[in-house]
């Protein structure tokens, strides 16, 4: 995500009128934009301050995180764990795992997070969980696969987030001016809004974000 598809002052004045970062959200912000080659996958402050929110309301037992990072997202998602629940996230990079056990050590969440390395494909099949909460932000051309391979282990009335899902403005664009990975979230989009198994909201969030809440198995 490289694009702010919202107009910057009103994103300026989103940031302005919304509760602050956490202190540790702050700092590993700030070192991921230092340390970081690509520190704009990181969720920021105003889809943060949302990913919280609901994980909050939704109150999950067990949350699965597809596309870990420098943390910043599973130390959101992780404020509304109920008492004794447990978050699994899942990243590529086994490069990463110092900074995010870092700084979940910070945010006093490292006994609610196992942290798990290699393909997402390969490892989802070995947590044999449920998950009331799953937060797509892994590789955009697998989203669809992924949601195909999760969608038993949720129950009727658990949620799924997709980010990246307008992917810079470019799943508008007529389809042969369109990237590999612009092409899957369209893909994608027409994906979720066809399945009735589901009740879903498309927000112009950042860099799209897309809300799901499961209704039906069939």
């Keep these: 995500m490289t694009k702010i598809l919202v107009d910057v002052a009103l994103n300026n004045y989103a940031h302005a009128f919304s509760s602050p970062e956490l202190p ?5 912000n700030r070192e991921t934009y ?3 080659s690509q520190p704009v ?24 995180e597809l596309g870990t990072f420098t943390g910043y997202s599973a130390i959101c998602l992780a404020q509304g764990l109920q008492d004794g629940g447990h978050l699994h ?4 990079d086994e490069e990463l795992e110092d900074i995010c056990h870092q700084y979940f050590e910070k945010a006093g969440i490292q006994d609610r997070v196992t942290m798990h390395f290699g393909k997402a494909m390969d490892i989802i099949p070995q947590l044999n969980e449920t998950f009331d909460l799953v937060f797509l932000d892994a590789d955009k051309p697998n989203y669809s696969t992924y949601y195909d391979m999760l969608f038993d282990s949720i129950p009727i009335g658990g949620y799924i987030i997709a980010d990246n899902v307008l992917f810079e403005g470019a799943v508008m664009l007529p389809e042969n001016e ?10 994608f989009n027409l994906k979720i ?9 498309l927000l112009p969030l950042r860099d799209g974000l897309t809300i799901m809440r499961k209704i039906a198995v069939a």
């Design 193 to 201: 809004k066809k399945d009735k198994r589901v009740e879903k909201v």
């Design 34 to 36: 230092l340390k970081m």
């Design 24 to 28: 540790v959200l702050a700092e590993l």
């Design 178 to 187: 369109q990237c590999k990975n612009s092409k899957a979230m369209h893909a």
């Design 89 to 92: 996230t899942i990243d590529i």
């Design 41 to 64: 996958m990181l969720s920021g402050h105003l889809q943060g301050n949302l990913l919280q929110m609901l994980s909050c309301m939704i109150r999950p037992k067990r949350i699965l």
